[in-house]
């Protein structure tokens, strides 16, 4: 290890942040928990005991098996089966890894497109401004499932049925993330509102510095705190956005059923005594979203952001 | 104060027009209106007639302003779906949708209120902090995962109540209620807790962190020092004080609850407005999923419009403050 790194890790070790993090037990549940999660579903498919996308590896025989400690249970089906005989908990790991990767990519798309908004609208200000703070503010008024519902539908009107699985996935993501990006524009906003009229912007101005360098290089580093923040947990509620959206039969294509997708197929089969089909994914969703809720709202109290 | 509530209300007209902008694009550019409703048969020159008929070929500007003077008069088109005027089809859903928020509203703030009380007065009592932990357990989860939790508890396993429609409804001058069978409000109650629970945990932690503030003011001490009853002074003093943000969150969030109750009724086959709207995009059914837009946006704009009013009234230091930017 070489000095500037070990000197890293121990700014790192010294931090504030955390000091913070070890003296709350729920962060570091949470983020223990959030961790596994996500690594069980980037291993899904080296850990997984089954494919259950693999057609010639299921057997209708198989279908509604109950968990493995239930009366009727196979040892080969840990938490049982579905109503086309896949193995549940694989059927779970990958619903995991698509609900995560849905999840990521667009808050991560939210986050691109909501920052340069927010630093257009501060830097250049003007007419830009006034436009795009305008289209945030209409948008605040609703809710942001209400806006990916009703882009998933346009979109599905647009598209038409016979629209490939990916370009739905991607209509899925963009619908999300559109519902999302006001609040990273405002907050980088009103952070570079602040930032512009300080002397190192001024002076990184005279020696010449191009609009996007002084964006880039010298504003963006200043409102990455609430930005993080922002993302983290929005991560929770883009999670439960696609899980709602793919339950109301609107989200992820059929082909690759997110957690979501699951609840929805074990709904159907509640009642005639068949639990464990909703229950178990519906279970995993639940703790996946509490704890990268419970994380984001303690990395909002330790970084402390002001947040539009 | 009059120039507060003339950009208000400038602000609420600016937003209207650009939602009814996209609906109107939404109902004109998406998919093609005349195949929407004539079948395969029919010959191009009939779809002409009809395209000039129903004004398709006249300018974006004219058409615009068509559709802005018929979705005053309520003339939202017909469904493609159903053939049926979409109005009709929205006031026939609209009661089950309204009584199903003004029952979640009134349990949100009948138990959200209370609880929020009594945990704000003893915030470390081991009652107060497992709502709270119950709370945040309620905010993480998706609604449709407890409305689906709820009927595996109470319809699948215990059987004690229904777990979809309305039950038996009466029909009194066009309105459907639920409220005069038995049925009905049995059917009544795993939704609207389904739909109220978010917003009575909301209530729940605002009040108490309002009565936690409120409680150690001079104001609370003097009631005391006068030898008021506890009762009175925390219900009657602390509690009223807390009654602002309340009625502000509360207001704003019957938006949220228009909203959710897409879900809920989606879970619980509720006859609504919701499930119309879902249905709706399900189907790519353009006209209803425009009017149910317009109308969604009306409602919000409105309770808005409603609360930033009620605001200005209630508080004077936001009149004093002139015309916020």
Known sequence: ?308 | MVSFIFSRLMQAIATMLVVTLIAFVLFRYVGDPVNQMVGIETSLEQRETLREQLGLNDSMSVQYLRFVVRALHLDFGVSYQQKEAVSAMIAQRLPATLELTLVSVIFAIGFGVPLGVLSGLHPRSLASRAFMVLSLIGVSLPTFLIGILLIFVFSVQLGWLPSFGRGETVLIGGWSTGFLTSSGLQSLILPSITLGLFQMTLIMRLVRSEIMEVLPTDYIKFARARGLSDRVIHFGHALRNTMIPVITVTGLQIGSIIAFSIITETVFQWPGMGLLFLQAVQNVDIPVMAAYLMLIAFLFVTINLAVDLLYVTVDPRIRLAGTPA
């Open chain 1, 1 to 308: 290890m070489s000095e500037a790194s070990a000197d890293f890790w121990k700014r790192v070790a010294d931090s504030d942040l955390l000091y913070s993090f070890r003296r709350s037990p729920g962060a570091i549940i949470a983020a223990v928990v959030t961790l596994g999660l996500g690594l069980a579903a980037l291993l899904a498919p080296w850990i997984a005991p089954h494919d259950p996308f693999d057609p010639a590896g299921l057997s209708i025989l198989d279908n509604f098996l109950p968990p493995a400690w239930e009366e009727g249970g196979d040892a080969r089906f840990l938490l049982g089966t579905d109503d086309q005989g896949r193995d549940l908990l694989s059927a779970m790991l990958y619903g995991l890894r698509i609900s995560l990767a849905v999840g990521f990519a667009s808050v991560i798309l939210a986050m691109i497109v909501g920052v340069w908004l927010g630093l257009i609208a501060g830097y250049v200000g003007g007419f830009a401004d006034v436009i795009i703070m305008r289209v945030a503010d209409v948008q605040m008024t609703f809710p942001a499932i209400l806006i990916a519902l009703l882009l998933a539908g346009i979109f599905r009107g647009t598209a038409g049925p016979g629209s490939s699985d990916s370009a739905t996935m991607m209509l899925l993501i963009i619908s999300i993330s559109l519902s999302f990006w006001v609040q990273y524009a405002r907050t980088v906003r009103g952070s570079v509102l602040v930032q512009a009229s300080k002397e190192y912007v001024e002076a990184a101005r005279l020696i010449g510095v191009s609009s996007i360098g002084i964006m880039v290089r010298h504003i963006l580093p200043n409102v990455l705190a609430p930005v993080l923040v922002i993302a983290t947990i929005n991560l929770a509620l883009a999670i439960i956005i696609e899980a709602t959206l793919s339950f109301l039969g609107v989200g992820v294509p059929s082909g690759r059923p997110s957690l979501g997708t699951l609840i929805r197929i074990g709904n159907d089969y509640l009642f005639s005594g068949e639990w464990w089909i909703t229950l178990f994914p519906g279970v995993l969703l639940g703790v996946l979203a509490l704890s990268v809720n419970l994380f984001g709202d303690w990395l909002r109290d330790a970084l402390n952001p002001k947040l539009a």
